[in-house]
T-cell receptor, first 115, second 112 residues
């Protein structure tokens, strides 16, 4: 297992276009998280899954954002009608059990630039 | 709402110097973690502290959890350029252990 994998690493899109990111977590990790991070700031929570169930969504996740984890393995995050304010690093993390005790393993992120 | 405050926000030092960064809250943490993030990469877990007063060491890094579990510090001895990065503390909010909340981070630059 090579850790948490995110694709693509970089994405440049025009305002108004839709984009989709993929995250492949560590195979034995049942929890998967999406965060957004802007330069020099800490990651902001977006949503998380336990297996295929989406258990929590942040108010940051507007109706233009949707995340899925259909088979409890990989996950996708889609942003519709992108805006310049969506430009950020999108981080995926996975964990086994309670993250407060075991922590997260993060991927390298997808950097989105909306022009 | 539990919030984390990290200080300083930015620190630039010369190689060989010592430094301490802080993570504070007005609320009690059930546990707290420190992560380091290098530019263009995801954060990497350094340590988890659980018990008030706990001290953990990782080579030149010393982590301390406050007695009242409301604060934590990270001390680096003889900093090296490889220590450069964003240092983040994170905790599971009370009543919700399913996720972590992160502070805004301390950006450390170690000049050779």
């Amino acid at each position: 297992d090579t850790g948490v994998s995110q694709n693509p690493r970089h994405k440049i899109t025009k305002r108004g276009q839709n984009v989709t990111f993929r995250c492949d977590p560590i195979s034995e990790h049942n929890r998967l998280y999406w965060y957004r991070q802007t330069l020099g700031q800490g990651p902001e929570f977006l949503t998380y899954f336990q297996n295929e169930a989406q258990l929590e969504k942040s108010r940051l996740l507007s109706d233009r954002f949707s995340a899925e984890r259909p088979k409890g393995s990989f996950s996708t995050l889609e942003i519709q009608r992108t805006e310049q304010g969506d430009s950020a690093m999108y981080l995926c993390a996975s964990s086994i059990g309670s993250p407060g005790r075991f922590g997260y393993t993060f991927g390298s992120g997808t950097r989105l630039t909306v022009v | 709402t539990q919030l984390l405050e990290q200080s300083p926000q930015f620190l630039s030092i010369q190689e060989g110097e010592n430094l301490t960064v802080y993570c504070n809250s007005s609320s009690v943490f059930s546990s707290l973690q420190w992560y380091r993030q290098e530019p263009g990469e995801g954060p990497v877990l350094l340590v988890t502290v659980v018990t008030g007063g706990e001290v953990k060491k990782l080579k030149r890094l010393t982590f301390q959890f406050g007695d009242a579990r409301k604060d934590s510090s990270l001390h680096i001895t003889a900093a090296q350029p490889g220590d450069t990065g964003l240092y983040l503390c994170a905790f599971p909010p009370s009543g919700n252990t399913g996720k972590l909340i992160f502070g805004q981070g301390t950006t450390l630059q170690v000049k050779p």
